[in-house]
Nanobody, 112 residues
Framework: VPFVESGGGLVQPGGSLRLSCAGA????????MTWHRQAPEKAREWGATLFPGDVTYYADSVKGRFTVSRDEAKNTMYLEMISLLPEDTAMYYC???????WGQGTQVTVSS
């Protein structure tokens, strides 16, 4: 698995969380990186894309609340999430663009 997700957990509505995506043999700086999520009984949903050069795009559902960034020295990409909503509850993944190999994901649960 080229990238490994971590940092998920249980958070109350309105709370924040930071997810990490560590490169395992691949550089997060050289790839077009994405964040996707999948809620129970729902299709996978694209959330954000980070291009080399730090250009970013976000889905409307997360725009203004989620921020993607990377630390080249740590070969890690991050997803900073604020103002979390119950509908953000999902398994979160960070595949490189176009990859069919996805990691295990990290679970985010937003609940009071």
């Amino acid at each position: 698995v080229p990238f490994v997700e971590s940092g998920g957990g249980l958070v109350q509505p309105g709370g924040s969380l930071r997810l990490s995506c560590a490169g395992a043999g691949y550089s997060v700086s050289d790839e077009i990186m994405t964040w996707h999520r999948q809620a129970p009984e729902k299709a996978r949903e694209w959330g954000a894309t980070l291009f080399p050069g730090d250009v970013t795009y976000y889905a409307d559902s997360v725009k203004g609340r989620f921020t993607v960034s990377r630390d080249e020295a740590k070969n890690t990409m991050y997803l900073e999430m604020i103002s979390l909503l119950p509908e953000d509850t999902a398994m979160y993944y960070c595949p490189k663009h176009g990859s069919t190999t996805w990691g295990q994901g990290t679970q985010v649960t937003v609940s009071s």
